[in-house]
């Protein structure tokens, strides 16, 4: 007894320790979930529930993470290289990675990791720091695409290794955010010349494996072949697998060798949002395909298209992820759509059109579902089967960068600042 006890509180501790620390793009489990209560409902610009606001200068779509009383940030230029030609620039492109303390909202470090000259073109919607960070125990994974990748020393600030020789023209900007998992970086390029998947030793950044995508895209267009997503590991028929959209279709790998295990193919191009698994089923959306949103059982090896369940494209967003809470699909769409699908059947519960623009991906908590316009529209509604609005909040500048969970904290980054709001403050 006392031995399954001391099993029972493990279990317990660490998957309480998992949920303190919003670790990666959407948060410990990768799906903007959090198991956090008592985050503040009802707030706005001068209300007590802002503990803290600090300008974050610069043009940056990543979004925060969190771990102990860090919160990581990249940064980058305000300037954009938004035509094919070479930018007339007075300087070099300069690429950073902020450190803010939680608790008093100061910056600790402000560093510049990588410049370069010779900046791609860089679509006017996206910026030249959209990946978001990965951070751990001590280290910090900072990533932004092809101009490059650094792990640092949370404490220091220091360098310890760095690559700037994974090459990819991404034509419109990066977007891909890294992951961490059993010793290895997973990083992904999507280009319009390249598409490629690889693993970095996470200790010295060296390659241990890389894999071309591999496939017929059915285009010479690199327009067409380029993609913006972030993996994800499942473990399901007791394999694991490291699950990763692009154009065209989706790969699940080996997480240790990069051997392709199943793809499916479902269309499109632009995947940004990172894949759900529940219900024993893999979410995917594929951005701006003919079903931008496809349940899959992920069985098999080989072409497994024959395995989709169900799909749609009523108001599937492109940018945002997707939410699943039990046997409910929630999505916000670009143009402000918010639904609620049957996550075993894909059949639309219900909708509710609150316009604007949402580029970012929403958040549950406790029951709640929280989602950031571009205007800085903040609506929270109930994550159920009936639609129940709960609040409608307002902040300055709005909102590209998704949220971060601290405790009971929400971490929010605007365009023009980082948030911390908390009730009772």
């Known amino acids: 007894m006392r031995l399954i006890a001391s099993v029972l509180l493990l279990c317990v501790c660490s998957i309480s320790f998992a949920d303190e620390n919003w670790n990666q793009f959407r948060g410990p489990h990768g799906d903007g979930t959090t198991t956090a209560k008592g985050l503040p409902v009802k707030f706005g610009e001068g209300s007590p529930e802002i503990v803290w ?3 974050i200068a610069g043009r940056a ?34 690429l950073f990675a ?4 939680l608790e008093s909202g100061k910056v600790i470090h402000n560093l510049k990791l990588f410049e ?40 220091t600030g220091e360098k310890i290794w760095e690559r700037r020789d994974l090459e990819c023209d991404h034509f419109r900007g990066p977007g891909s955010s890294p992951i961490v998992h059993d010793g290895l970086v997973y990083l992904t390029f999507d280009g319009y010349d390249a598409q490629y998947i690889t693993a970095l030793d996470k200790l010295t950044g060296k390659t241990v494996w890389k894999k071309d995508r591999g496939i017929d895209f059915g285009t010479t267009d690199g327009d067409a072949k380029k993609a913006y997503s972030t993996p994800l590991i499942i473990k399901e028929g007791g394999r694991e ?16 060798s990069g051997e392709p295990i199943w ?23 594929s951005a701006d395909g003919p079903n931008p949103l496809i349940a899959v059982r992920p069985e098999g090896v080989g072409d497994i298209t024959k395995n989709i369940v169900w799909k749609t494209k009523q108001a599937v967003p492109k940018r945002p992820s997707q939410l699943l809470v039990g046997d409910l699909l929630f999505m916000m769409s670009d143009s402000g759509i918010a639904t609620c699908v049957d996550a075993k059947t894909g059949m639309e519960i219900w909708t509710k059109r609150f316009g604007g623009d949402y580029w970012s991906s929403p958040l549950y908590a406790d029951g709640l579902i929280y989602c ?29 960068a998704s949220p ?13 600042h980082l948030y911390r709001l908390q009730s009772g403050k």
């Open 98 to 101: 902020v450190c803010v303390d």
């Open 241 to 256: 697998m490291l699950i990763s959209p692009f154009a065209a279709a989706t790969i699940a790998y080996d997480p240790k």
């Open 372 to 400: 950031f316009s571009q205007a800085g529209d903040i609506p929270v509604f109930k994550a159920g089967r009936e639609f129940e609005l709960v609040a409608e909040n307002k902040l300055d500048n709005g909102f590209n």
């Open 116 to 155: 370069t000259d010779k900046p791609q073109f860089t679509h006017a919607t996206n910026s030249y720091a959209s990946p978001t960070a990965y951070v751990e125990e001590g280290r910090v994974y900072i990533h932004f695409g092809a101009y490059g990748t650094a792990c640092l020393d949370t404490k």
């Open 404 to 416: 971060a969970v601290a405790g009971e904290s929400l971490i929010l980054r605007s365009k023009t």
């Open 61 to 94: 779509w990543s979004s925060p993470v969190v771990w102990g009383n860090q919160i990581w940030l990249t940064n980058g230029p305000e300037v954009q290289n938004t035509t094919k030609e070479k930018p007339k620039l007075d300087k070099p492109i300069e």
């Open 263 to 285: 793809t499916v193919r479902h269309g499109g191009m632009n995947a940004a949002g990172r894949p759900l698994f529940g219900n024993g089923l893999l979410y995917i959306n």
């Open 53 to 55: 606001k600090t300008p």
